[in-house]
């Protein structure tokens, strides 16, 4: 015969049916469990089924139980809908629905609501306890929350009802406001961001490098020049919300309204929207002053059109400046300068809460499974670079010293400048450096300098450079970290490895190419020839230092590695 497992329907509280036996063609039982305790359901009923028929029939007395359904767990108590409510960050009036529905089959009366902790909040609609709730009746209430308040809102709302129920509502969220301190763009504006790595080194030289953080920080760095009210402004926000955290504008994000836009609206048509710091679930702020402005949240973006969660609050008139916006708070010390009464200088540091994680993308074509990134840097500032070796000092204080050139190589280490000049260039940067996140991911960066000068034609098919002789044969010989170069020409711009290199005289030597060129360049045609080098970020903090909201400079540290 066959055997089949079973199982035993969950119960109640009293756990298994009193008269249960098991088939005989079941081997085996395992028991079922609701994700609640059995204790919510409600216990079986025992009793005697009474007979109100006019004429009796024929039967049988049967004893058994009543198995509890889900009905038991849906109905006999009452239901908060929603049971919590998580405000997010309150950046301006906002109001929920809360309906309190009785699902017993009898009536029910709310006694009392006991709110705690709650500053700012207000619960309003049908008349205050005790108030009677019919059978399967639901009421809804009105649930508002003022941006005025504690920073930090962790209140709880207690239904108590005949009979000792008592049931609670918990509302969560956090309070912000507007820095509508605009920066001084004279002296610029610096975007700060951190990743956070490891780099182990070995004894050759080699690494293994390890990233730390998910998500880069961030930090704005700004002056402010003020007159007037703003100088109050300022002074009373820092006074009452210095160590909380503000709604920050992304000041160098910035577009306009192109036409008004009343109040009650849920549309903003920002034509930048899709480059800039815009996302789903974050902020933006209309902004006319540092008086005059108003958060909103942003549901989701199309194209250049935010829709927002709530309604605006008020119109805006064509021209109004709209940005996007991130949570932020003050670091350190806000020292204010006071060059008048009425007027006042200063700088700010706001680090951003609401991190996001960074779109990380090559900004140029890949060679030997690497990026490349062959955008020339801004020679109006020098480039430094440095000469290390991994070299170990071995000195018994006896007798001469010795030394350990571990590597073998040197670490060469440039410090290189870039003026990126519009939005489009800042936004692959910005990829960039993302894909790099920190010290941990290399790429292939030429030297930029003119190291190399052809001295004869390179025919199409060859697969030789003839070059002044500035020893590489004698002294680097193809060595793996200086092998692979750039050509560019008049006729295109070629990648090649150094195979071997031949001293053909005192003037002249041979380089041998792993790939022949397919067209022939004349020495005039020859605009640089530049050393590749795999190399990797020596930082991992970068500052972005914005001279004005689409020009934006650069600088960086690198490192070679053994490629």
Same mark, same amino acid.
């Given at each position: 015969?066959?055997?089949?497992?079973?199982?035993?329907?969950?119960?109640?509280?009293?756990?298994?049916?009193?008269?249960?036996?098991?088939?005989?063609?079941?081997?085996?039982?395992?028991?079922?469990?609701?994700?609640?305790?059995?204790?919510?359901?409600?216990?079986?009923?025992?009793?005697?089924?009474?007979?109100?028929?006019?004429?009796?029939?024929?039967?049988?007395?049967?004893?058994?139980?009543?198995?509890?359904?889900?009905?038991?767990?849906?109905?006999?108590?009452?239901?908060?809908?929603?049971?919590?409510?998580?405000?997010?960050?309150?950046?301006?009036?906002?109001?929920?629905?809360?309906?309190?529905?009785?699902?017993?089959?009898?009536?029910?009366?709310?006694?009392?609501?006991?709110?705690?902790?709650?500053?700012?909040?207000?619960?309003?609609?049908?008349?205050?306890?005790?108030?009677?709730?019919?059978?399967?009746?639901?009421?809804?209430?009105?649930?508002?929350?003022?941006?005025?308040?504690?920073?930090?809102?962790?209140?709880?709302?207690?239904?108590?009802?005949?009979?000792?129920?008592?049931?609670?509502?918990?509302?969560?969220?956090?309070?912000?406001?507007?820095?509508?301190?605009?920066?001084?763009?004279?002296?610029?504006?610096?975007?700060?961001?951190?990743?956070?790595?490891?780099?182990?080194?070995?004894?050759?030289?080699?690494?293994?490098?390890?990233?730390?953080?998910?998500?880069?920080?961030?930090?704005?760095?700004?002056?402010?020049?003020? @007159? =007037?009210?703003?100088?109050? %402004?300022?002074?009373? &926000?820092?006074?009452? !919300?210095? *160590?909380?955290?503000?709604? /920050? +504008?992304?000041?160098?994000?910035?577009?306009?309204?192109?036409?008004?836009?009343?109040?009650?609206?849920?549309?903003?048509?920002?034509?930048?929207?899709?480059?800039?710091?815009?996302?789903?679930?974050?902020?933006?702020?209309?902004?006319?002053?540092?008086?005059?402005?108003?958060?909103?949240?942003?549901?989701?973006? @199309? =194209?250049?059109?935010?829709? %927002?969660?709530?309604? &605006?609050?008020?119109? !805006?008139? *064509?021209?109004?400046?709209? /940005? +996007?916006?991130?949570?932020?708070?003050?670091?350190?010390?806000?020292?204010?300068?006071?060059?008048?009464?009425?007027?006042?200088?200063?700088?700010?540091?706001?680090?951003?809460?609401?991190?996001?994680?960074?779109?990380?993308?090559?900004?140029?074509?890949?060679?030997?499974?690497?990026?490349?990134?062959?955008?020339?840097?801004?020679?109006?500032?020098?480039?430094?670079?440095?000469?290390?070796?991994?070299?170990?000092?071995?000195?018994?204080?006896?007798?001469?010293?010795?030394?350990?050139?571990?590597?073998?190589?040197?670490?060469?280490?440039?410090?290189?400048?870039?003026?990126?000049?519009?939005?489009?260039?800042?936004?692959?940067?910005?990829?960039?450096?993302?894909?790099?996140?920190?010290?941990?991911?290399?790429?292939?960066?030429?030297?930029?300098?003119?190291?190399?000068?052809?001295?004869?034609?390179?025919?199409?098919?060859?697969?030789?450079?003839?070059?002044?002789?500035?020893?590489?044969?004698?002294?680097?010989?193809?060595?793996?970290?200086?092998?692979?170069?750039?050509?560019?020409?008049?006729?295109?711009?070629?990648?090649?490895?150094?195979?071997?290199?031949?001293?053909?005289?005192?003037?002249?030597?041979?380089?041998?190419?792993?790939?022949?060129?397919?067209?022939?360049?004349?020495?005039?045609?020859?605009?640089?020839?530049?050393?590749?080098?795999?190399?990797?970020?020596?930082?991992?903090?970068?500052?972005?230092?914005?001279?004005?909201?689409?020009?934006?400079?650069?600088?960086?540290?690198?490192?070679?590695?053994?490629?």
């Amino acid at each position: 015969m066959a055997a089949f497992a079973g199982i035993v329907a969950p119960g109640s509280a009293v756990g298994e049916p009193v008269h249960y036996e098991r088939a005989r063609g079941i081997s085996g039982y395992r028991p079922v469990r609701y994700p609640f305790a059995a204790a919510d359901s409600v216990s079986p009923l025992a009793g005697t089924r009474g007979e109100a028929r006019p004429i009796s029939e024929p039967h049988r007395r049967l004893a058994g139980v009543r198995v509890p359904s889900f009905a038991d767990d849906w109905y006999h108590r009452i239901h908060l809908l929603p049971p919590r409510i998580d405000l997010g960050n309150v950046i301006s009036p906002i109001e929920r629905r809360l309906e309190v529905w009785n699902a017993h089959l009898q009536e029910q009366t709310v006694l009392a609501i006991e709110a705690t902790g709650a500053d700012g909040l207000v619960l309003s609609g049908p008349p205050a306890p005790p108030l009677a709730f019919g059978a399967l009746q639901s009421r809804t209430y009105s649930f508002s929350a003022s941006h005025r308040g504690a920073p930090v809102i962790n209140a709880q709302f207690a239904f108590r009802f005949t009979g000792g129920g008592e049931m609670r509502l918990t509302v969560t969220g956090r309070r912000v406001v507007v820095f509508g301190i605009r920066p001084d763009w004279s002296d610029g504006l610096t975007e700060r961001l951190e990743w956070l790595s490891e780099v182990l080194e070995a004894h050759d030289g080699s690494e293994q490098r390890i990233r730390l953080r998910q998500l880069p920080r961030r930090s704005f760095e700004y002056s402010w020049l003020l @007159d =007037g009210q703003d100088v109050r %402004l300022l002074e009373h &926000l820092l006074f009452a !919300w210095g *160590a909380r955290i503000y709604c /920050l +504008p992304v000041w160098t994000d910035g577009s306009q309204l192109l036409q008004d836009v009343a109040a009650g609206g849920r549309e903003l048509v920002v034509p930048n929207a899709p480059h800039v710091d815009y996302h789903p679930g974050g902020m933006a702020v209309l902004w006319r002053s540092a008086v005059e402005n108003e958060a909103v949240e942003i549901a989701s973006i @199309d =194209g250049g059109v935010l829709t %927002l969660t709530l309604a &605006l609050g008020r119109s !805006w008139p *064509a021209g109004t400046r709209v /940005l +996007p916006a991130r949570l932020a708070r003050l670091e350190g010390t806000t020292t204010v300068r006071r060059v008048t009464d009425t007027i006042a200088s200063g700088r700010s540091r706001f680090t951003v809460e609401d991190l996001t994680a960074a779109a990380g993308s090559e900004a140029g074509s890949a060679y030997r499974g690497y990026a490349l990134l062959d955008w020339p840097p801004d020679w109006s500032e020098e480039i430094d670079v440095s000469w290390q070796r991994k070299l170990t000092v071995i000195d018994q204080g006896t007798g001469t010293r010795g030394f350990d050139d571990e590597a073998g190589a040197p670490q060469v280490g440039r410090r290189l400048t870039w003026l990126l000049p519009n939005r489009p260039h800042i936004t692959a940067f910005r990829q960039w450096l993302a894909a790099r996140a920190g010290r941990v991911h290399p790429c292939w960066l030429p030297t930029f300098t003119s190291d190399l000068q052809v001295s004869r034609v390179v025919v199409s098919g060859g697969s030789g450079l003839v070059v002044l002789n500035t020893g590489y044969s004698r002294f680097v010989a193809a060595h793996p970290q200086r092998r692979d170069l750039v050509l560019r020409t008049t006729a295109g711009t070629f990648f090649r490895r150094v195979t071997g290199a031949d001293e053909l005289s005192v003037e002249e030597e041979l380089l041998s190419l792993d790939e022949p060129l397919d067209v022939t360049v004349t020495v005039d045609q020859v605009l640089q020839v530049s050393w590749l080098e795999l190399a990797r970020l020596d930082q991992d903090a970068v500052e972005l230092f914005w001279e004005t909201d689409s020009v934006v400079r650069v600088q960086l540290s690198t490192r070679t590695l053994p490629s």
